[in-house]
């Protein structure tokens, strides 16, 4: 009875459980369309910012050495910069995972001088910590600023990289638009972001659950709409040559509140401003059993997939490739058609 009683304390953390991690952003643009502004003068606010930093405060001191899951994003993220000839002197890094991204550099990008920004202190200050411990790669600078405001001069930076960070911001093209603008010419932009497909066990156990608890699903829905086309994002923010992949990863766990820990340690839990306070102790118990009954493997282990967009842009110059003018082609996709379509015969 103690033992469920722990469960359902630890799994009261999950709050708001369909949005643990955010699977959908908005863009400025909505402002017209009524969503409100939560008194922020003007501006719409859906993620609660100051809250956000608390939990990287917090996630500073609970993150792991290592994370085998940030740190294939972060590999993958940096083996685009593999793909790239030219080198980048200077490079301004973003919050999310920026750690894991500082210490599998190894020399890629040709990278001098590195800035390394978040919003939280305390996390600024455990890497700060870190690097005086280990005094390889490139001179590295740090910095307490926000994805909203970054407070970088303009075209003073080669590289910009941001490593699962940017979607807890309130304006996702609106701050790709700061980073474009943060870029020197020809300059280039990484980003990996969350993707809609996160999470979704837990958020089937969650929705199960409370129906069968509650009677219903709460009707505090945050008004966002999901990003489908992250190419589109890119070209929205004013990036050249805009390149997206998408990965999916699966994660195992020994029970959802081993995940639950996970995203704790990670500062990946809730800050939505229309945040339920609370998962009621017997939701929360049916949600740990409904997971395992519905998702469980052999091994007694639960997946969590989760999914990852990785973005590529660079600011405009003019010695990249261009796209022909409209009408300028000298060849019909159909005579193509013709030609190399199969023969009947």
């Known amino acids: 009875m103690a033992s469920s009683a722990a469960a359902a304390r630890r799994l009261l953390l999950l709050r708001h459980h369909r949005h643990l991690l955010p699977r959908r952003y908005i863009s400025s643009s909505s402002a017209a369309d009524g969503l409100g502004d939560n008194g922020g003068g003007g501006r719409l606010k859906i993620f609660d910012r100051d809250l956000k930093r608390r939990h990287r405060d917090r996630a500073a001191w609970a993150m792991r050495e290592t994370d085998g899951f940030v740190d294939a994003v972060a590999e993958n993220l940096l083996d685009r910069l593999e793909d790239c000839r030219k080198a980048f002197p200077s490079a301004l890094c973003l919050g999310g995972s920026a750690g894991a991204v500082r210490r599998l550099l190894h020399g890629r990008g040709g990278i001098e001088k590195l800035i390394m920004m978040d919003m939280s202190p305390d996390m600024v200050r455990k890497w700060r910590e870190s690097e005086n411990a280990n005094d390889d790669g490139p001179e590295t ?34 701050a790709m638009i700061q980073c474009r603008l943060a870029l020197k010419p020809d300059g280039l932009f990484l980003a990996a972001i969350l993707g809609g497909e996160t999470l979704k066990e837990l958020r089937i156990a969650c929705t199960i659950a409370q129906m069968e608890r509650e009677g219903g699903i709460s009707p505090r829905m945050s008004p966002l709409a999901q990003v489908r ?34 995203l704790r340690a990670m500062g990946e839990t809730n800050a939505l401003f229309q945040r339920n306070p609370v998962l009621k102790r017997d939701t929360a118990l049916a949600t740990a059993a409904i997971y395992q009954s519905m998702f469980g493997l052999e091994d007694g282990s639960i997946p969590a997939t989760i999914q990852v967009m990785y973005m590529t842009g660079w600011r405009e110059h003019p010695s990249q490739q261009k796209a ?9 996709f159909s005579d193509i058609q013709k030609e190399f379509a199969p023969s009947e015969n």
């Open 141 to 174: 600078h740090f910095v307490v600023g926000d994805e909203e405001f970054l407070p970088i001069k303009e075209s003073s930076k080669d590289l910009i990289i941001s490593c699962l960070g940017l979607h807890w911001t309130n304006d996702l093209p609106g």
């Open 324 to 332: 022909k003018r409209r009408g300028s082609a000298t060849i019909s």
């Open 229 to 262: 086309d992250a190419g589109n994002l890119l070209t929205r923010a004013g990036f050249t040559l805009p390149g997206v992949d998408v990965d999916q990863y699966t994660v195992k766990y020994n029970s959802a509140l081993e995940l639950v820990e996970h």
